[in-house]
């Protein structure tokens, strides 16, 4: 079966640093979602892309986080620099418009 | 804006009985809807996608139904086993171009099967 890939699965990181998340959507997906969730929000979008063009970053904290797709093999998220309450799983997603969406395993974040 | 509500939050069954997962939606302009699987510490697996078109999906032992007037979707599973415990998410995708896209999530059920 076809797999959205992330990297690193986890990450823990101290306060200030920069944070930079991967993924590789599936082959043919024109649609990539960076997903974070925690136990007191739940699944917040923080950007999507498609055809790797920026459709909406208004999930995201402008100031530190940036999501860019530099080739259709490859989606970032970058966090810099990173705070505490930045701990969460980072999940990126692909798909096309008639077959939903797949998920990736996630990418565990603890900043201390 | 789009809300998904999810109830009951927590259900816990013995297993062999059937259950019954709701969703609601406020806007019934969607595209389609996803349900998701969630084990503990891992991601999303997908389970069913219904199309707006569509009044019904099934697989194996799930079956999931769309009443897009009525702004719900129930997700089946029959003969419960414990290896369905897990968190159950519902996802719909708005049809409005604005939101063209984006998955609005509801908060889960979380589901426990005892043996």
């Known amino acids: 079966d076809a797999r959205v890939t992330q990297t690193p699965r986890h990450k823990v990181t101290e306060m200030g640093q920069e944070v930079t998340m991967r993924c590789q959507p599936i082959l043919g997906h024109n649609t990539v979602f960076w997903y974070r969730q925690t136990m007191m929000q739940g699944l917040e979008l923080l950007a999507y892309f498609r055809n790797r063009a920026p459709l909406d970053d208004s999930g995201m904290p402008k100031d530190r986080f940036s999501a860019e797709m530099p080739d259709a093999t490859l989606a970032t998220l970058k966090i810099q620099p990173s705070e505490p309450r930045d701990s969460a799983v980072y999940f990126c997603?692909?798909?096309?418009?008639?077959?939903?969406?797949?998920f990736g395993s996630g990418t565990r974040l603890t900043v201390v | 804006k789009q809300e998904v509500t999810q109830i009951p939050a927590a259900l816990s069954v013995p297993e062999g009985e059937n259950l019954v997962l709701n969703c609601s939606f406020t806007d019934s302009a969607i595209y389609n809807l996803q349900w998701f699987r969630q084990d503990p510490g891992k991601g999303l697996t997908s389970l069913l996608l219904i199309q707006s078109s569509q009044r019904e999906q099934t697989s194996g032992r799930l079956n999931a139904s769309l009443d897009k007037s009525s702004g719900r979707s129930t997700l089946y599973i029959a003969a419960s086993q414990p290896g369905d415990s897990a968190t159950y998410l519902c996802a719909v995708r708005p049809a409005t171009t604005d939101s063209w896209g984006k998955l609005q999530f509801g908060a889960g059920t979380q589901v426990v099967v005892t043996p």
């Open positions: 997603a692909s798909g096309l418009d008639r077959t939903g969406y797949t």
